[in-house]
């Protein structure tokens, strides 16, 4: 019943997983149990968050595991999955790590690009090779022979002939 590798997309390098796509494959009898355990954790979520009582807690907890349980009858293995195209939602992410205007990253970021974040950005920096010293190792070795101190003597002696 699984048609992921189908569904996949990759946008610069990152592979998505396309659940709109995915969806499409989905018997009716796939989507009605997806459906309907995703209605019972929202109720249940939404009045656990108001504090309605244990009713919506159990709801909560037993709608995401039906949720899950269903999603992996319909898709196969969700820890095998890339990560989904939030686009599906409507939701921006970011094309490297993503994050999202909701659910930054930890450090905290910033977009620098309409779907680049300041941590992948910085992380895309950091990744270039250091720019090697232009200089040869001829010249090296009497720099560090500079470094060597000059015996008391010899300082004078210098001293002397400037
Ligand atoms: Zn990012
Ligand atoms: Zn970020």
């Known amino acids: 019943m699984s048609g992921n590798t189908s569904n996949l997309r990759v946008v610069e390098s990152q592979t998505l997983f ?26 249940g979520e939404a009045g656990d968050y108001s504090g309605r ?47 999202t205007e909701d659910a930054g990253c930890a450090e905290g970021c910033h977009w620098v690009e309409p779907d680049l974040c300041s941590s992948c950005s910085t992380k895309v920096v950091l990744l270039r ?6 200089f040869d190792l001829d010249d090296l070795r009497a720099g560090i022979r500079a470094l060597e101190p000059i015996p008391k003597t010899a300082r004078e002696t210098s001293d002397e002939t400037q």
């Not at 090779?129 to 232009?134: G, H, I, V």
């Open 18 to 43: 396309d659940v709109k796509a995915a969806w499409s494959t989905l018997t009716e009898a796939q989507r009605e149990s997806i459906g309907i355990a995703a209605i019972i954790q929202a109720i």
């Open 53 to 99: 009582g244990t009713a919506f807690a159990a709801a909560a907890v037993e709608g995401a595991g039906a949720l899950s349980d269903a999603c992996e009858a319909a898709l196969g293995d969700l820890d095998e999955l890339p990560r989904p195209d939030l686009a599906a939602i409507d939701v921006k992410a970011c094309r490297g790590c993503g994050c």
């Open 129 to 134: 090779p250091p720019a090697l010293p232009l």
